[in-house]
Every structure is written in C-alpha cells, then in structure tokens.
C-alpha cells in the first residue's frame, strides 16, 4: 500500500524522494546532534514549491506527519522527524537584496553565510545570528540572537514577509497586509503553522564592527563576571556582549567575554576597555572587524558530535548568576560550556505586539551546552546541563528557555513557559486556523486550540 503511494507521490512531483533503503538516505538522515536519532519515514528534497504543495497534500491524505528541514541545526533534534514526511529544504540557498529598498529576500534553506554574503556586498546586514553555517529558517521562526541583537532586535523582528505552504496546501503571501496575524505568528511561532520557502528581511548598514574575546580566570574570575554585568547594565544600543564559561585544562573555571560593537574602535574600547584592563583578564583580543568577520568570530561547531542543550531566559543578571557560572564551568567535561547571551536595547524596546517571540524581556538567554562524543558520558553530561539549568532557574522569566536552544526532552510545559499567556492564546488560536490536526507537529509544539 505504502508502495503505490509513494509512486503517487514521485508521480506528483519532480524532488528527489528517499526511502529507508535507498542509497543517499543514511547521509541525508544525519542529524546535527548525534542524539537525535529519528528516523524519518521518507525524505523528500523539492525541486520547487509546486512540489512542496504536492508532497504536504499527499502527506495530509497519507496520515503522515510532517517535519521540516532547513540548516539542519536543531539541537532538540525537531529536523529528525520519527517516522514521518521529512522535507529537505536544506538545498534551497541564495539570497537577494534589494538595496533600494533595504530588503533581502532568502530562500528557506540559506545559511546564515548565504544571506550575510548577499547583504555584505551591499554594506548591509540583517540580524541573524552567530554561527555564520545555522540555517535561517529555524533561527528566524523562533527567534534569532546576533551581534546585532541590542541595535536591532532578533532576527524575527527583522522579518517582514514570507511565503508559506498550509497544512491544506495553501500558499500563502504573508506580510503586514496580507496576513498581519500571521506574520505576527511567525515572527517567534517557529515551524507551527506550515513550511515556509521564502523569508524576507529588512536591513540595516552595518559599515564596522569591533569585536573579539577577552579571556579571564583565577581568583577574580568572580568579580570580573559581576563587572561584565555592570558593562552591560550601562551598555548602549551598539555593544553585545557574551560569556562562555568552561573548565580550564587545570580544572579551574575560566570564562571568556566575547564582543560585537557596531561601530568604530573607539566607541568599542570605551564600553568595554575596563574589562580588558581587570587584574582576571589575562587576554584580550579585540580587533576592528567588518560584518562579515564579526560573523566568523566562531568557529562552526561540526555534525555529528553528541549535544543537549538545556537552560533559562532570564529577567535580572545578579551574584548567584556569577556563582552559577564559576560551579558549573568547575564542573563542566569534554567540550561542554555555559553560555550567557546577553540582551538589551532594541530588542526591550520594540513593543510585545510586534512578534509572537515570547523572550523579549529577557536580560539574557542563559544556556548549558553539553557537547561530548562517547555514549558512555551521556549521563553524565545531561546531569551536568540539567545542574545548571536548575541552578538559574530562579531567575526565569517564566520557567521557560530559548526555544532556538531547546533540550532533546523539552516538556508541553516548558514550551508553554516560553511565551506570555496571551501570545499562547493568540498562538493556538493561529495554529488551530492553519493546521488543525497538528500535521506540523516536530517543533516547540503549539497545540490547536481545542474547540469551545
Ligand atoms: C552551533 C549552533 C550555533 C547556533 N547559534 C545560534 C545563534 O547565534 N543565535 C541563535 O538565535 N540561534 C543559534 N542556534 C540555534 C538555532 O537557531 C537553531 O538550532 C535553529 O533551529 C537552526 O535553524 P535550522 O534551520 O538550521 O534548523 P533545522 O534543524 O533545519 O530546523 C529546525 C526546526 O525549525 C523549523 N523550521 C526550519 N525551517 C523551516 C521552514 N522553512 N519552514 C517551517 N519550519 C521550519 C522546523 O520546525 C524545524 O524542524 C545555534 C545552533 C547551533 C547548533
């Protein structure tokens, strides 16, 4: 039966379509967290989007879920659907811009290298996110933490349109006109509400940047944390500021402050110059930078490692914290680390009305990073990203994490968590329009909202 109607589908469309036992399926198959070992029932790489409404039909009469991958980067493991329709949009890059207008407009598969090397030729930027190979459409769908968070906002309020397949097979034109309620939605919804193939953004001149890391550790490492929060307390629009906390080859906790200034070295130097000048700051490598190697400052992190991700958006950055920070990098193995995104400007300002994205208050995206590679230490390093998320969850705002950084057994509960209760309402109500059986359903899930 499931036969002929993969013979249907082939027959409708013009992608390529892989079955379990089909050479290319294993390579296409493989997840970016070694942990997340779904198995997709097919895999279909569209060759256009006649045939991503083809396939997402096909799927509706088939009984078949749907997941749906772009970079591939999910940590959550959401783009390793189990037993379901897997749509590869991951071949879909390129990205235009029009200068005129500052927009640029990306297919659904660009990395964030695809849609930076397009803007940068014009001395724009959209804000996007760190890692220069994560792919656009996760990162924007549920959020979007860059450089330019602070100036900007996340990349999901940069978002000004998208095309989107429905659950029925519908495409839609979204934007503030056409469907307000529904760009809302996907401004921070994530993947809930169908399979989007075109993403567009507005831009901003990004002409400089001065960015690099500070490194700190010894017995001031403490107060050089709580120095980094006074920074950033005081910080304007241009800094972002992060800290990544890790166990030093002697076992002692060390951490590093990485910056990203938009503009000149000057301005740079005087938001963070007493940080490189503190007694722990045992190196400081802070360089003039253009936008696009502001975006390199990170080296990718490769497939196939074994990650769980675990952590807290925060409303107020204080000394337990700090000593959050200093207990679990003492404590951390392999290449695991604690990371602190911190949040301001912009991204407070923009009214809560303007996306679904439900972490805008926060002072700061708080996360354990455990990064290993034998299964022998699995236990142990999710105990140890666990630890930590307990450790500043008195912080939350809600109780809730980033959902771009969700851990592989995310709770209903804590996807609830990352949202205000009325955007939930508005979220269910959204989805319960556009996929009222919950064919989209491998993401932070958004249940319909149950009829009345
Ligand atoms: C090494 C690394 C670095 C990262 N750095 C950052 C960072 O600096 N800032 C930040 O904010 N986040 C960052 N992230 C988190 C990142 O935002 C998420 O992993 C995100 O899911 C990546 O998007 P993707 O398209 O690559 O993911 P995929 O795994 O392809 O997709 C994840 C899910 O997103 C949804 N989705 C993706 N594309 C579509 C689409 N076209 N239509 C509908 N739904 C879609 C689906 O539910 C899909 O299952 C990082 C992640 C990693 C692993």
Request: proline fraction near 6%; charged fraction near 20%.
């Amino acid at each position: 039966m499931l036969g002929e109607a993969v013979q249907d589908l082939r027959g409708r469309t013009r992608g390529e379509l892989l079955q379990p036992a089909d050479v290319g399926y294993e390579e296409a198959r493989e997840a970016y967290n070694a942990m997340a070992t779904g198995r997709p029932a097919m895999i279909f790489r569209p060759a256009n989007v006649p045939d991503v409404v083809a396939a997402v039909r096909w799927a509706q009469e088939s009984g078949l879920a749907i997941g749906v991958r772009g970079g591939g980067h999910s940590v959550a493991g959401h783009s390793s659907p189990d037993g379901a329709l897997l749509i590869d949009l991951s071949r879909w890059r390129g990205a235009t811009v029009d200068p005129a207008t500052r927009t640029a407009d990306a297919l659904a598969g660009c990395r964030l290298m695809d849609l930076d090397a397009a803007t940068y030729a014009h001395g724009l930027a959209a804000p996007s996110g760190t890692f220069i190979d994560t792919g656009i459409g996760g990162l924007t769908l549920s959020g979007g933490i860059s450089w330019l968070v602070s100036s900007e906002g996340f990349a999901c309020d940069a978002l000004i349109g998208a095309q989107l397949v429905t659950a029925d097979g519908d495409v839609l034109e979204v934007d503030e006109t056409r469907e307000p309620e529904l760009l809302w939605g996907l401004r921070g919804g994530g993947g809930n509400f169908g399979i989007v193939t075109h993403l567009r953004y507005a831009l901003t001149e990004v002409p400089a940047m001065f960015g690099g890391r500070m490194r700190f550790r010894g017995g001031a490492l403490r107060d050089a944390i709580l120095r980094t929060f006074e920074v950033e307390a005081a910080a304007p629009d241009e800094l972002v500021l992060a800290i990544v906390a890790w166990r030093d080859e002697d076992g002692s906790p060390a951490i590093s402050v990485n910056v990203g200034w938009r503009g000149h070295p000057e301005g740079g130097m005087a938001a963070v110059g007493a940080l490189a000048r503190h007694p722990a700051c045992y190196e400081a490598d802070l360089k003039p930078m253009n936008w696009l190697q502001q975006q390199t400052l990170y080296e990718p992190i490769p497939f196939g490692l074994r990650q769980y991700w675990k952590g807290h958006l925060i409303g107020r950055l204080d000394e337990s914290l700090a000593d959050a920070l200093i207990s679990s990098a003492s404590e951390a193995t392999n290449e695991s680390f604690a990371l602190v995104e911190l949040i301001h400007g912009k991204a407070h300002r923009i009214p809560e009305a303007h996306a679904a994205f439900g972490g805008r208050s926060a002072v700061a995206n708080v996360t354990a990073l455990a990064i290993w590679e034998d299964p022998a230490d699995d236990e142990a390093e999710i105990a140890w990203a666990r630890r930590f998320a307990d450790r500043v969850s008195p912080l939350s705002v809600r109780g809730g994490g980033y959902l771009n950084y969700a851990e592989l057994d995310q709770t209903a509960a804590r996807v609830a968590a990352a949202y205000p209760p009325d955007s939930w309402m508005r979220l269910q109500q959204l989805k319960r329009r556009l996929d009222p059986m919950n064919l989209f359903r491998f993401n932070p899930n958004i249940p319909p909202e149950a009829d009345s």
